[in-house]
C-alpha cells in the first residue's frame, strides 16, 4: 500500500461517518491478520513521516497507538513476525529516541518499559 493511501486509510478511522470508519477499520484488521509485519513497516513510515502537510499530527499519533497495539498487550502480534522485523521495529524506536525525534517515538518506548 503506497504512504498516501495508508495515511488516507488512518484518516478514516478519525471520521465521523460509520460506514467510511468502519470500511478502513475492516481494511485495517484484515492487513493486521494477512500480514502484520507489512502493517507494522507502514505504522512505523507513518510515525516518522515529517511533513504536516502530508500526515497531519493527528494521523501519526493514531498511527503510534496503532503500532503499540500491534506488538504488545494481549491482542499482540509480536510473537507473528520475524526475528528481524522485530529487530527494525525495535531498532526504529532507539533511533528515533536516540536523535530527538518527538514524542511518537516516546509513545512507542513504552513497549519495552
Known amino acids: ?28 484488521e484484515g492487513a493486521k491478520t494477512a500480514n502484520p509485519e ?7 513510515k507513518t510515525c516518522n513521516e515529517t511533513d504536516a502537510a502530508t500526515c497531519p499530527t493527528h494521523v501519526r499519533s493514531l498511527a503510534a497507538v496503532l503500532l503499540r497495539g500491534l506488538v504488545a498487550g494481549s491482542r499482540s502480534e509480536w510473537s507473528r513476525m520475524s526475528i528481524g522485523v522485530r529487530e527494525t521495529i525495535k531498532d ?22
Not at 1 to 28: K, P, W, Y
Not at 92 to 113: C, K, P, T
Open 38 to 44: 507489512e502493517l507494522a513497516a507502514a505504522l512505523i
Open 1 to 28: 500500500m503506497a504512504s498516501h493511501d495508508f495515511i488516507g486509510l488512518l484518516t478514516a478511522l478519525c471520521v465521523v461517518d460509520n460506514e467510511a470508519r468502519r470500511a478502513a477499520e475492516q481494511t485495517l
Open 92 to 113: 526504529a524506536l532507539v533511533h528515533s529516541v536516540n536523535h530527538g525525534e518527538d514524542f511518537h517515538a516516546l509513545l512507542l518506548a513504552i513497549v519495552w518499559s
